[in-house]
């Protein structure tokens, strides 16, 4: 790509951007559109605008996103977009810090080091503009090349600083969160897995209570035993489904009345197939019959599974914050594999099917897991091949004869022809992190939280390893395979050399991430006409249009691995091209900025981790800042500069770095610090609302006699330790 | 060596063994040498005989060892020695069950196999008797080859099995001894490290006592500051020294009157260097002159210590095992390298010194030791030979001048200069454990078990690696090293070849060790000599005497590295050269007979561990199976083989093995799980002793009015759960 197509670009990029800024001021002003850009603050019982006044400045926000403190994020949408807000921070310092020293400096030396130009003009063309401030403009084992390695080092050195500020402040984050004296429900119970089975002549919820309650006599409160809850669940779906469909002919006779009929027309539907077929009948009539039906059936099936279908699992609240958090650290059993603890999740992200799993299935669902990660990353080339392999047109028309006639046409033919295998790996991209986070809920996970970290991780890996190196190496790779082939050594210098190269793809890559992405992620585009079409077409009832605005959450497993693969291009390029740098300043910076505004006023976060994310953020970075020491050491080493020697203390400083943070902040992460869970509490928790929190709605029933849920503080035998 | 001088050998150390036999029945009826060997008993206050009563059978020891239950041992001598002797078993039923299948079957299908004697009688001589009854003995590529693969499977399988029960049954020793009623002070107690500087205006007791109350309000008893003890130490030690000798002083004293002068003559003794220069004294006035000059230094020191010299570490006493157990597994802080905490270890095994070592310090330390100890098992011949050559005669004459008379004497002279390198060698192998062991101290470690474990660790793999891997690797490689020059690959099948040739010398080697090593160990011919002479012409006073009988402990660290050395040698020539199991097995069921006998009757456990020292047993004998498992598949694939890939899974088997063991049970062993914490003492704990057992004899002062050993109880404000 010349310069002059970069530039192109850039623009056009750039032009897509403002019309949708523009889009955005003038969309998000008209009330109409209020639930889709400020659905966080209408939510949470709040006025769309800040200080409930609209101003006419269409970059309000801007200066909202601006003077938002860290601690309003963490009110409108928790600890874990906080500590988003530090990794795009972090990002960011580090960049801008690298880039007052790297492009100053770097640029200048490269820029005006004649040695290779004179040498590669004949044999290869001129260099173009952009690659002549670039490293790899430098000649071979030039003095210049002193200020690459200080400036490498400069990169890692500010790193480490940055990282150990943003994992101590991260740190304190969710110590302050999980010290704070509001009242949360998880933090009274804990989860425990692999009970053994009950002994003769004892339920599973006797058998728990007893073994609970010898061990802590005092500050044990009641058990909830983890039921099969898959037939509940259908019948209470059902039903539920039934309600809305009520509300919503209920609805659609009400509206009828208005318009002409005074009598309105009473709805009416089949009861076969999917609404398509079978006898018809009155729907309100109908679905009223239904749930009379299903009532009694939910009930007689939720005492069924509160009694018949304990599964090996349960949960276990305490009187007090200090115990819950010791007990999810401490060896209860003599054997490892029975009476397993972990600290509760909150109540909406427990993914109740997991818990009932064993110990080793868990092992070996992880295991295999990670086999079918590791054989997706790196052979998922395969399966896609074979899949546009076998849609041919020919084995289509033979497979769907009714697509024949329009198979057959010319034009659409060819067309189809050329985009089949296209199309194929389109759907598996935009499938794959659904499949990476069905992977990781199928390893045992017993909360939403922690297999979105793991999917997001996986993620990471395979947009890395495909993107990044996919990119450079493989264009090397297959453009050169032939001389590869003479002389095996020489894959080193080609790398070297093909390096700087795809610096312009991924300058225009970044810059259109975040011009074109950031701009479709503020306007709200797609949400926005998704919701008009829902709201005109569709719902008729009030719970329709609110499940229509719905906004959801960050997105973290994707949006988290894409900003990685910034970070590990930006980073790589850094010191070879630092050009790039800027991009990335922008890419971080925009980031922020519009991230604040979406975070404020748009996502509503579906769980809470308490910065749980962060390790696995810092290790990421880590990786990438490892991947850019070893890349430039190989880089400037090909240059047969002889003091290359210098830079390969770097990777090792910076597993001892890695190491020493790991140590002195990760364990914090994993489990709760008992100084932090001793800290008191505004009131005295009501346990009793913290308990039934933890009901799955299945099985909430309205009564509260159930044997299940009968108040279990009787039972607990209140001897005070006699010393 | 060929079958005759294998026989001789073996026929030696038979008759020394039966010499030894016959010593030790003879001598240890005799009353004046009971406290040698019976000082375990005596210590308890047992009568040296079980029942009472002398019988006149030479073997009754044998009867009396085998009628012993696992009970016994564990009451007499505790359940580490309990955990030692299931090591011996679970071998020694490994062995056995292998041998009743490999013996009959693999001898005669090696032994009536002519293919390679046939080929080799020409070029290497004839096989001798021995040698025909091994692998080496079976022809390339020949269907009896099946025989041994199976062999293989079938020793692995028996030492899953057993290792499985074995594991088992030590976590039910350790969970038996944990959830005893019997108040242990250890239980009560954890051991807090890395403690912040305290706060402005608090001493650092108060920080300790506020941070602990606050997190445990109702279980807190009271904290104990470790305090730098060096200078105290010195003084009490002094001050000890000062009293033993005034009593021996005064036993003189009063024996003098007793013999010929009925006023006695009163001792003398110069107070100079050594006791050999100086002005002459009557020790008894010198000796208590000294003694209350000491007494009021040492109460002045230990206020100075208990006040100004205290550490960043802190013992924690709890009112319940529970808490202490739960707290010794929780993280206390939020940063992970403050407030860390363990378990605490009995009173008489603290490394107190060792307690405020900051937590990267250890860190640091530890990769150091590790470093060293590498260096150390690859390049110990390094240092030996220097010295070797720097000891020759020439220097010693050049640099001791004074021995040139002895020196220059011909005979002598070629004796040492034959001898020296080796003299050098000798005393390297005997200071080697001290040495591990000062270095497994160096690590940090705060407990005289763990660091035992630790050198008994570093120690096996010196071992294995030198004395086992060294001798058959070492000897074919230094033989044929052109061999090897010229075709890299023929080192497989070198190693294969050179194989059997050791047999030969291991066996001898098992044999010898065995024979004396027990002979030696039963019959206690050292330690009774020296009993002898110190008693004739040191021992003064009774306290002195008793210390000439103290028998030691079992010595794991270098014990268990020697059992380890024999069974990793059994092992991998178990399927090689069968007849080595006749040999293992009676190595291993001496061992167990004898050793029952001295842990019953003689040694005394210098600490208890709760049996922590098995999962590193378990973890040697699975190194040594893993050995075991690559030599033979590496030694039946030389013989070109097929079907050897039949072996590749079982080194996997293993390793799943492992840590399927690892993640059932290790954990149990690390700490103390809270089901088994949580069974009920016997008494109410009176935690005043408790407390007392844990304060250091040189600080233990007579008056209880100390600032640290007042009674916190009173401090602790007995807040009730309010709800």
Known sequence: MDFKAFLTSLGTSF??????????TWLSRKPANYVVYYPNRILKGLDPFEGGKRTRNPFAWIREALSSTESDVIRMSGVDS??????????????VLSGLLLLPVLLPVAATDHSVLSANETS??????????SLGHVGANSPRLWAFVVATYWVSLVAYFLLWKAYKHVSDLRAAALESPEVKAEQFAIVVRDIPPPPEGQTRKEQVDSYFKTIYPETFYRSMVVTDNAEVNKIYEELEGYKKKLARAEAIYAESK????????????????????GQKVDSIEYYNQKINEFTPKLEAEQKVTLREKQQPSALVFFTSRVTAASASQSLHAQMVDTWTVLDAPEPRQLIWTNLPKKFYEREIRQYVVYIIVFLTIFFYMIPIGLISAFTTLENLKKLL??????????VLSTVLQAYLPQLALIIFLALLPKFLLFLSKAEGIPS???????ASGKYFYFTVLNVFIGVTVGSTLFGTFKEIEKDPNSIVSLLATSLPKSATFFLTFVALKFFVGYGLELSRIVPLIIYHLKRKYLCKTEAEVKEAWAPGDLGYATRFAGDMLIVTIVLCYSVIAPIIIPFGVVYFGLGWLLLRNQVLKVYVPSFESYGRMWPHMYMRIMVALLLYQVTIAGFIGVKKFPYTVILIPLPILSVIF?????????????????????KELKEIPNLEVVFRSFVPPSLSAEKTDDDQFEDALSQVSRTGSTL
């Open 448 to 454: 939403e939280s922690h297999a979105t970290r793991a």
């Open 258 to 277: 208005k318009t002409g009929n005074p009598e309105g027309t009473r709805p009416m539907n089949k009861i076969g197939f999917l609404g398509l077929f």
């Open 401 to 410: 004869p009714f697509t024949k006639p329009i198979v057959n046409q010319p």
């Open 124 to 133: 290869q063309g001129s260099f173009n503009d952009l690659d002549r401030l």
């Open 82 to 95: 906080a500590v988003y807000f530090v990794f795009l921070t972090t990002i960011l310092a580090i960049l």
């Open 15 to 24: 032009v897509i951007f403002v019309v949708l800024m523009f889009l955005f």
């Open 658 to 678: 890695f190491v020493v943070c790991e140590k002195k902040f990760y364990r914090f992460f994993q489990t709760t610090a008992l100084e932090v869970a001793c």
